[in-house]
């Protein structure tokens, strides 16, 4: 089984900063890729930013230039460095992984139970 904890969600003024962090567990032979999803009350869930294991990235329009994702791969913990926070970035934060699982060599895609950023004066 794998899971992935993530912390660092919380209540920031405009034009503030977060770094959120989330950390894969459990029975992992590789990671290919993970990412940070946000979905905000009535909107649908959307890609925010994502990594490869080789490093590649890609940005939603909306956070590029503010958001940077960035992978420690010996720890299996991405992180994703926002500055410049607006209100809209307000929603809930989930970190999702694709990750080839030890034993039966399975892909699969696996999700964090989110976590809150509010951006509010």
């Known amino acids: 089984q794998v899971q992935l904890v993530e912390s660092g969600g919380g209540l920031v003024q405009p034009g503030g900063s977060l770094r959120l962090s989330c950390a894969a567990s459990?029975?992992?032979?590789?990671?290919?890729?993970m990412g940070w999803y946000r979905q905000a009350p009535g909107k649908q869930r959307e890609l925010v930013a994502a990594i490869t294991s080789g490093g590649g990235t890609n940005y939603a329009d909306s956070v590029k230039g503010r958001f940077t994702i960035s992978g420690d791969n010996a720890k299996n913990t991405v992180y994703l460095q926002m500055n410049s926070l607006k209100p809209e970035d307000t929603a809930v934060y989930y970190c999702?992984?694709?990750?080839?699982?030890?034993?039966?060599?399975?892909?699969?895609?696996?999700w964090g139970q989110g976590t809150q950023v509010t951006v509010s004066s």
């Open positions: 459990g029975s992992i032979f590789s990671i290919n890729a």
């Open positions: 999702n992984s694709l990750i080839t699982t030890a034993g039966n060599l399975g892909h699969y895609d696996y």
